[in-house]
Structure formats: C-alpha cells, structure tokens
C-alpha cells in the first residue's frame, strides 16, 4: 500500500518542508488515552485546539488475537480518515480532519496519524440529556433530537458506514449558537473503529441501532419517542415501518435489556 499525506491549514505550512510524521510526534497537550502503539491528546495551534491520533503499530500479536475472534483489527488512523471522508459525502455532520499521514508496508509497525479541529463549544448529548428523568426537556427540541440522531444514524447505514460504537456519548451538540427545535447541529465522533462499505450488512447495522438503544434507555423517553425515531431512521410511515422491522424491534428489545444487564454487573462490582 501506498503511503499516503494530507495536510490542510494550519498544518501545510506550519509543517513545510518538515518529515509530517517527525513533527506529528513532536506536538504535545493533555493525553486523553493512550493504549499500547496509539495516543490521542489535544493540542493547540495558533489558539485553536485540535486533537490528535497517533498509532505507531498494534502488534502481529493484536492482529492475530482479533482474526482469532473473528475480528478485523484496526491497524492505524486510515480507517477514521477513510469513515469521516464518507460521511462527508454523505452529508453527515462529523469531525473535520486537517492533518493525515499513513506510512509504512509492515501492518504491525504501520505508522499513521489523524489531527482533526476541536468541536468546541460542545456537549455529549449522553451529558445534554442526563437530567431529563428530573428535569424533562423541551417537547419540540427532545423531538428535534430524536429527528436528527435518526436521520444521522439512517444516511450513515445507508451509505455503507456502521460506527461500532454507536452510542449517544458520540454525539456533540453544538452549543453556539444555542440549540434550538428549528436550529441545531450534532456532529457524529469517534470513529476509529468504523467499518465501510458499499452497503452495510443487516447485522452490523442491527449492533449500531441496539447500542444506541441502550445508551438511551436512561434519559427518560417513552415509546412515542421510539416510535418517532424509528420513522425517521426508516424514513418512511409507521404502518410501513412496524410490521416489516418486527424483528429489529424485538432485537433492540433483547440487546438493550442484556447490555444494560452487562453494564450493571460491570459497575456494581458483584454478580446479579
């Protein structure tokens, strides 16, 4: 494979005439996660922030472990450039990458970086909606909401993409200006394990929609409000929708009461 270089302002002329991926390795800022051959930190350039992935190679060892699972690993940061550019295309509102480098024919050892801008001022919509069981939230926003998250989630599906970590968390809301029903903008993140294809099969996509499931069952919705997001991610009537994804529902149902059981054993520390 061939190596490859992107570098968008401020990064084309803050780094001309330099080896990219030297002066990748020289930045520095607060370590968000670091995991054995990839780091991800925030960084700052001429007062704007930016964060910052670097992979230096995951290990024949890592490789191996995930086909043994029957898993295809990620090997570096060219799987999160390639999933930003095609929800892009899609016209699903994600990060912005400025900087990105891939180089080298050894899969383990491949060195790779991605630097995208900060989406600041933002909130998690995991954090945006925790308080609504005490403190419900405005009808017409929580419906435009749910709208949003939904057309967000079907374009992704359809266009090929499925994010397999597809939970409310990786959603920010763009605070400026503040939201509103009639205006606002969620920007999907954190897609490093995101898998791309021409269509996305029927499983991955069914793991994706039970993931957000579960995330959302804490946030105070009610069945009209799953109901709504299922006409819109389908984009299509109710009386359509119900009957031919009765399966779908069902599943959503299993997956979203086995994850929460899973979570709870998890962070309670004894077994239920």
Known sequence: MRDELMLAPPFDSLWAGQDAFVAVDRLEGPIFRELDGRRTFR?????RGYFVKIHHGVGWGEIVKNLVS??????????EWRAIRRLEALGVDTMRAVAYGRRGVNPARE???????????TISLEDFC???PT???????????IRRVAEMAGRMHR???NHRDFYICHFLLHLDPAPRADALKLSLIDLHRAQIRSTTPRRWRDKDLASLYFSALEIGLTKRDFLRFLRDYFARPLREVLPAERSLIEHLQREGARLQLRYLRKFSGTAL
């Open 111 to 121: 060195h790779s970086f991605i630097v995208t801008e900060e989406l600041a001022p």
């Open 70 to 79: 029957l898993r295809l690993p990620v090997l570096g940061a060219g799987n």
């Open 135 to 145: 403190q419900p939230s405005a009808p017409a926003l929580k419906r435009a909401l």
């Open 130 to 132: 925790r308080d609504w």
């Open 43 to 47: 960084t700052e350039v001429a007062g």
């Open 159 to 161: 266009g090929g993409v």
